[in-house]
């Protein structure tokens, strides 16, 4: 039976166990490796690394010197080893330290860019005389409030959120103005790029078309661009 006080070194004891284990050597370690388990224990090298690294080094062993040869006695034989896993795990935990703190630091950032954007919306809102619109700017800052309340779940996808809901908005617009205005405004959009429209394909000449004709509509009627800054 092993040496050590089962009770008292549940450490040891199970590094001792797991060694054994693998190698089936005895019942026991040296003093020396009792010592070199200590000394892990002391300086607070979690459990699951020690044992990682013994598995690596007796499978490691195997490999390069086949099954017949007799496996390490000592557990000294995994000691460089049990060094290595530390240092990785460490690198590990500072990495997801220092990731969880950058997407901490990018969310707040994110969150004061999109309070601004809604200040923005609010101050047009209060401002707008036109019943309807000043209706479609309040829903324009639910969908903006909303998204900064949830800003946990969609953070890494927030500039184009925005973008849906600007686009939204102008699609909102558009149905509030006069069949006969966004005929015009149309037109304009159209004018403006009969020059272009031979060096572009279809979907190109759509996508600009599109963003001129918004371009337009914001200048004409004053509107709010939905964006958040850089």
């Known amino acids: 039976?092993?040496?050590?006080?089962?009770?008292n070194l549940s450490y040891l004891y199970c590094v001792e166990q797991y060694f054994l284990s693998l190698?089936?050597?005895?019942?026991?370690?040296?003093?020396l490796d009792y010592q070199i388990i200590k000394s892990w224990e002391k300086r607070g090298v979690p459990l699951n690394i020690v044992c990682?690294?013994?598995?690596?080094?007796?499978?490691?062993?195997?490999?390069?010197?086949?099954?017949?040869?007799?496996?390490?006695k000592s557990i000294k034989y995994c000691e460089n080893l049990v060094e290595e896993e530390l240092v990785n795990y460490k690198r590990r935990k500072v990495g997801a330290h220092f990731k969880q703190a950058g997407e901490l630091e990018e969310k707040i950032i994110i969150l004061r860019k999109?309070?601004?954007?809604?200040?923005?919306?609010?101050k047009v809102t209060d401002r707008?005389?036109?019943?309807?619109?000043?209706?479609?700017?309040?829903?324009?800052?639910?969908?903006?409030?909303?998204?900064?309340?949830?800003?946990?779940?969609?953070?890494?996808?927030?500039?184009?959120?925005?973008?849906?809901?600007?686009?939204?908005?102008?699609?909102?617009?558009?149905?509030?103005?006069?069949p006969d205005d966004v005929t015009a405004l149309m037109k304009e959009a159209e004018k403006k790029l009969s020059l272009h429209k031979t060096k572009m394909n279809q979907e190109a000449y759509e996508r600009t078309?599109?963003?001129?004709?918004?371009?337009?509509?914001?200048?004409?009627?004053g509107l709010l661009k939905i964006e958040i800054g850089d």
């Open 114 to 122: 999109i309070n601004v954007l809604i200040d923005k919306i609010a």
């Open 128 to 178: 707008e005389k036109d019943e309807k619109v000043r209706k479609l700017y309040a829903a324009v800052y639910d969908r903006t409030l909303k998204l900064s309340s949830n800003i946990d779940e969609n953070y890494l996808f927030i500039y184009t959120e925005v973008e849906k809901i600007d686009k939204y908005f102008i699609n909102e617009f558009l149905k509030l103005m006069s």
């Open 209 to 221: 078309f599109i963003n001129l004709r918004n371009l337009l509509v914001r200048e004409r009627y």
């Open 23 to 31: 190698t089936k050597i005895g019942t026991a370690l040296s003093p």
């Open 52 to 72: 990682n690294a013994i598995k690596r080094g007796i499978e490691s062993f195997k490999k390069t010197y086949g099954l017949n040869k007799p496996l390490p």
């Open 1 to 7: 039976m092993s040496l050590i006080n089962r009770n």
